[in-house]
């Protein structure tokens, strides 16, 4: 699996983290002072990168939680068939086959790029 392990601490909006083993983009990141018994704890709420569900998170600032490592990729349509496309990767040359986004109208020979994590792809912009 593409992933590391980092401290609660070095996260901030805007990055990536897994949570439920999916991984997610941080929409908020907030910490609570350390208390009488015990340390600082943050509250992360973050979104599904694949599938847009809301997660959360509550940990002491120094757990450890995995990152995932996302590629940010370029890519070519080859054919539009409904709502599926197929697409080249600009680097591999591999062709599959991606959903589109309802608010993207893609036609051939459109350039993309996607987010890709193992096996998992999004279009992110056309």
Request: with cysteine; glycine share 6%; proline share 5%.
């Amino acid at each position: 699996m593409a992933r590391e392990q980092t401290e609660v601490r070095e996260l901030d909006e805007g990055s990536y983290v897994m949570i439920d083993d999916t991984p997610c983009k941080i929409d908020s990141y907030s910490t609570a002072k350390p208390g009488k018994h015990g340390s600082a704890k943050a509250r992360i709420d973050a979104r599904g990168v694949f599938d847009s569900k809301k997660r959360s998170l509550s940990q002491p600032v120094d757990a450890k939680v995995w990152v995932p490592i996302i590629g940010r990729k370029q890519g070519q349509v080859v054919s539009v068939d409904g709502s599926d496309a197929q697409v080249m990767d600009l680097e591999t040359y591999d062709t599959f086959t991606m959903l589109m986004p309802e608010e993207v109208d893609l036609q051939p020979d459109d350039e993309i790029e996607y987010l890709e994590y193992e096996e998992q792809r999004k279009i992110t912009r056309s």
